[in-house]
């Protein structure tokens, strides 16, 4: 796990070896005791080179490790003895130096980075924080502001970064290795004691307090709920205060703290399962790894609506050349500016030149008959986009993809009016487009494998999380949120309101509560679905016993809120009122506060107290028990796939995991009670009746997460 070669006659050259990422493991750490030891004792030795192998020095502990009992050496103290050691010794860091990677190349007394590397101590976004000396010596290298904000955010910085910051002495775009083996035959003989940061005072701010003030404040605002980033600046504030060796103890109790939180063992679920998501199987035995993507040189975008821009923009950004199609000019030329202007803010932004001469803009159809892939972006309407694809399969190549962004329309409907339905899929992007991260893509029972590697490739190029995902309404996503948002409504009716849950969903962690999220998205389009599925509008048997529809409890407040032209944040009133239509700052209403009570009122329904445990139980085992369901049903083929969907595209806290996650963490034995509990409360709401496979896994005394896929027998799965 180590190798140890001698070169240029008195270089000792440890080569790290564990791929790909070569970590920490118990191994690793073992390897480079024991080859330290040999280097430091062999007197023909005078300075030694650390790198790691295939061009990736290293990526810092094994996070698999974690979940286990702590084997091998410890990581401190064989990094304290190398900072210590006589024999200079320089890192030569090649492609990632993460986490403990970054500890191990800080207790070198030199560093050589290759211009392509990057460099960080990304273990905050592992609900932990650089426990092997990092957050003492960095600050002692760097000074403490740079050091707090590379600590608390866990972001990668370019060789070319670290070299400003001081992190690095030197930056090549030379084979790093031979560069540092030569650096290291120059190190020899000039003193240490410089060069071991742990010796070294802090260069401590005269406003300390106040910075570490203002960076806690920012966390507590844009890390709502997570403990890591504040363990960090506690981590730091210890570093300016402290020397080293009661430093490095605050450290360790802080690492212990955060080591065995929900937090920690959340955040290391989310790094796996989004690694996960995209390792699809198909019944047919066809997998991620054995069929081959088709490469997509040229992409066409019909319509440039709000989603159909944010496609166009995120396909050539990445270098596809793409035709985007308007039906009609005034349309067009808006579209068109909006589009250019997306592109060239985001070039600005990530420091490249807007690739514009990608783009081409058409009235016309016939425009597309050649590109390689299609993405339809029109109107949520099954007619319609039955039009379009009729068109495109008469007009496209033979060999076209046939992609709908539908957010939960039948994809196999589309693929049916089609010459090629093998060639059809959905890609699901979530708005704005080309900022969201989320790709759903929707494998219809007649999509090819190629067709599905094809999409999720494309996704991946597009710099997306993308999960492949079966084909029913609504999908994973959309299909859950419905469970999940009748709670709210149902709770409104109960006696609690809007500011009320969206309050307690954003203190669990929630980017944005429930209706302050509707607000966002608009209240019409789910008015025009339920007004289309017969359960508003006209069409509604006056015969209906109020607040029940197809049989079941209906709560018809979302449908009074619209009928009063309040479509949320774009016509200035929702839930919430907004001071302008297109505003974002929401306020509660008491228009809204009114119309609850006159509804309670009609209703003979007497308000009670709602506990906040309420609003979190009902609404999120809601949610989960659909999740339980999409399992079932073979639409998601693992949780880990629902949980990163949820993460990704409806803001679910990533600390808590996501929606399975969560449920898992809180035990299936609560789940399953709770759930019996309030569906014998209102019978009347199927979603709220505990699925088979949630009492199955309780059955089999609640398996952890990664075990459930065991129990799922699937009938057919819809990937
Ligand atoms: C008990 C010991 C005490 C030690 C005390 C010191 C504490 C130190 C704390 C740490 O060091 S925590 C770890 C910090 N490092 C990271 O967070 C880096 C995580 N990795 C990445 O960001 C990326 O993987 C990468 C290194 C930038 C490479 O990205 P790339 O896109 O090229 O590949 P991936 O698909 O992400 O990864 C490939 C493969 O490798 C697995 N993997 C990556 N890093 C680790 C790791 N640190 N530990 C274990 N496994 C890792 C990853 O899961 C992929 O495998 P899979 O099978 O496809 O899932």
Same mark, same amino acid.
């Given at each position: ?48 080179? %650390? ?9 810092g502990a094994d996070i698999r490790e974690f979940a286990g009992p ?10 304290? =003895? %190398? ?9 030569? %860091? ?5 986490g ?22 990304p273990e905050v976004t592992l609900g932990l924080l ?24 866990g972001?990668?910085? &370019?060789? *070319? ?14 084979? +790093? ?45 844009k890390a709502r709920g997570m403990m890591a980033p504040l363990a ?23 690492m212990?703290t955060l080591f065995n939180s929900g937090q920690a063992r959340a955040l290391q679920y989310c790094f796996f399962a989004e690694r996960t998501a995209g390792k699809w199987t198909?019944? &047919?035995?066809? *997998?991620w ?6 490469? @997509? ?20 950004? +990445?270098?596809?050349?793409? @035709?985007?199609?308007? =039906? ?55 007619? #319609? ?7 495109? &399969? ?14 939960? #329309? ?18 699901h992007?979530f ?5 969201m991260k989320l790709l759903e893509v929707?494998?219809?029972?007649? =999509? ?8 999720? &490739?494309?996704g991946?190029?597009?710099?997306k999380v993308s999960v492949a995902v079966g084909?029913c309404?609504g999908f994973v996503g959309n299909r859950m949120l419905k469970p999940y948002s009748d709670q709210a ?12 849950i969206d309050?307690v969903l954003e203190d669990f962690g929630f980017a944005m509560g429930v209706?302050?999220m =509707? ?44 009928? *009063? ?47 906040d445990q309420e609003i979190i139980d009902r609404c999120l085992f809601a949610l989960a028990n659909e999740g339980f369901r999409i399992l079932e049903d073979g639409i998601a083929a693992r949780p880990e796939d629902i949980d990163v969907i949820y993460q990704f595209g409806y803001g679910f806290p990533r600390h808590r995991g996501g929606p399975m996650f969560y449920a898992s963490m809180v035990g299936l034995e609560r789940v399953l009670e709770r759930l019996e509990h309030y ?8 979603h709220l009746e505990p699925s088979p496979l949630l009492k199955k896994l309780v059955a089999c005394g609640s398996p952890p997460i990664q075990k459930w896929r065991e129990h799922i027998k699937t009938?057919?799965s819809h990937l």
């Open positions: 796990m180590a190798r140890y070669e001698l070169v240029k006659r008195s270089v000792a050259l440890i080569t790290l070896t564990n791929p790909p990422v070569n970590s920490l493991s118990s191994a690793v750490r073992h390897g480079i005791a024991k080859t330290m030891d040999r280097a430091l004792s062999d007197p023909k030795v005078t300075a030694v080179v %650390i790198c790691g192998e295939n061009g990736r020095f290293c990526g702590m084997r091998g050496p410890p990581l401190l103290p064989l990094l304290d =003895s %190398i900072e210590a050691g006589e024999k200079p010794v320089v890192a030569a %860091i090649e492609g990632v130096a993460l403990g990677g970054l500890e191990l190349a800080l207790v070198c007394h030199y560093r050589i980075a290759h211009s392509k590397a990057r460099l960080g101590l650089p426990a092997a000396g990092g957050t003492q010596r960095l600050p002692r290298l760097i000074g403490i502001p740079a050091a707090l904000e590379l600590i608390t955010t972001r990668h910085v &370019s060789s *070319q970064e670290a070299l400003k910051l001081g992190i690095v002495d030197q930056v090549t775009e030379q084979n +790093v290795c031979e560069v540092a083996v030569e650096f290291a035959l120059r190190a020899v003989a000039k003193p240490l004691s410089s060069r071991r940061l742990s010796a070294l005072t802090v260069p401590c701010p005269p406003d300390l307090d106040a910075l570490l003030e203002a960076v806690t404040m920012q966390i507590q605002k960090c600046v506690q981590a730091v504030r210890a570093a300016a205060t402290m020397p080293y060796s009661q430093g490095i103890k605050r450290e360790s109790e802080l212990a198909l019944p &047919s035995g066809a *997998q790894n054995d069929t081959k993507p088709r490469e @997509i040189r040229s992409a066409a975008v019909i319509g440039l609506g709000t989603m159909g821009r944010g496609i166009a923009v995120s396909l050539a950004r +990445v270098g596809i050349s793409v @035709i985007a199609v308007e =039906s009609d000019k005034k349309l067009m030329e808006t579209g068109r500016q909006m589009v250019i202007g997306m592109l060239e803010r985001d070039a600005k932004r990530r420091g490249v030149s807007a690739s514009l001469n990608l783009l081409k803009f058409t009235l016309s159809l016939q425009d597309l008959k050649d590109v390689d892939l299609v993405i339809e972006a029109v109107f949520e309407d099954m007619a #319609l986009k039955k039009r379009v694809f009729q068109e495109l &399969s008469k007009l496209c190549r033979p060999t076209t993809l046939l992609c709908s962004n539908t957010s939960g #329309l039948d994809v196999d409907a589309l693929a049916g009016v089609t010459d090629r339905p093998q060639l059809v899929i959905g890609m992007f708005s704005p487009a080309h900022v929707v494998c219809g029972p007649r =999509s090819s494998s190629e067709t599905i590697a094809t999409a999720m &490739s494309l991946k190029r597009m710099e084909n309404p409504t149902f709770l409104l009716e109960e006696g609690a309101t809007p500011e009320q309050k209706f302050r =509707s607000d966002l998205a608009g209240l019409d389009v789910g008015w025009r679905v339920r007004k289309e599925s017969g359960l508003t509008g006209p069409d509604v048997d006056p015969k209906n016993p109020p607040r029940r529809r197809q049989g079941r409890k209906y709560c018809p407040i979302p449908d009074m809120v619209c009928e *009063q032209g309040r479509f949320g944040q774009k016509t200035g009133r929702g839930w919430y009122m907004y001071d302008k239509p297109g505003g974002t700052n929401a306020k509660p209403d008491p228009l809204i506060q009114n119309l609850l009570e006159t509804y309670r009122s009609r209703y003979g329904i007497k308000p009670r107290n709602i506990t569906h014998q409360a209102h019978p009347d709401v199927p009938m057919h």
